[in-house]
T-cell receptor
Framework: NAGVTQTPKFQVLKTGQSMTLQCAQDMNHEYMSWYRQDPGMGLRLIHYSVGAGITDQGEVPNGYNVSRSTTEDFPLRLLSAAPSQTSVYFC???????????FGPGTRLTVL | GNSVTQMEGPVTLSEEAFLTINCTYTATGYPSLFWYVQYPGEGLQLLLKATKADDKGSNKGFEATYRKETTSFHLEKGSVQVSDSAVYFCALILMDSSYKLIFGSGTRLLVRP
């Protein structure tokens, strides 16, 4: 199993550009989520999904969209990038017990 | 609301010293508790977990006990190594329909030879 994979590893955007961060898992986990990590603030939940076709907002959803058309994929879209979205983004998935989340390696995004 | 509070870092220790990283939580209901570790340039890895009061999680020489009476889950290790240098995150999961993982702000540990 590859586990949770994320692409790209690094990305630089200009203010106003849009892009999609990709996340995929091959463990057949129903639960997937996106977090952003900022210095001194731990990880904050952006959006999550409890299954294909079901998504919901987390703590900091503004400026981001998600969709879940398959169990495996959970892309995160930045609609119009802003410097405040400069961060490291982590995708995670969880088995039905919800007692552990498996994290991807992260995407480091810089918005100029 | 639900939250996790960890001691601020960085924590700097000499090799073979005793480590304690404090973690307290506030939660409705009965959460499961976790410690995650993030090595430089990597994602988060689960270090240990405890799912109910008085449970002790342990892994790689690290231990933490779920103390409901003090709402704490302090991380300990008897003898740290240079390779333990990383950022440690305490977290809880709400076992409601959202299954949200709530993190503390992280504590950086630096172990010197």
């Amino acid at each position: 199993n590859a586990g949770v994979t994320q692409t790209p590893k690094f990305q630089v955007l200009k203010t106003g550009q849009s892009m999609t961060l990709q996340c995929a898992q091959d463990m057949n986990h129903e639960y997937m989520s996106w977090y952003r990590q900022d210095p001194g603030m731990g990880l904050r939940l952006i959006h999550y999904s409890v299954g294909a076709g079901i998504t919901d907002q987390g703590e900091v959803p503004n400026g981001y969209n998600v969709s879940r058309s398959t169990t495996e994929d959970f892309p995160l879209r930045l609609l119009s990038a802003a410097p405040s979205q400069t961060s490291v983004y982590f995708c995670a998935s969880s088995p039905p017990s919800y007692n552990e989340q498996f994290f991807g390696p992260g995407t480091r995004l810089t918005v100029l | 609301g639900n939250s996790v509070t960890q001691m601020e870092g960085p924590v700097t220790l000499s090799e073979e010293a005793f480590l304690t990283i404090n973690c307290t939580y506030t939660a409705t209901g009965y959460p499961s508790l976790f410690w995650y570790v993030q090595y430089p340039g990597e994602g988060l890895q689960l270090l240990l977990k405890a799912t109910k009061a008085d449970d002790k999680g342990s892994n790689k020489g690290f231990e933490a006990t779920y103390r409901k009476e003090t709402t704490s889950f302090h991380l300990e290790k008897g003898s740290v190594q240079v390779s333990d240098s990383a950022v440690y995150f305490c977290a809880l999961i709400l076992m409601d329909s959202s299954y949200k993982l709530i993190f503390g702000s992280g504590t950086r540990l630096l172990v010197r030879p």
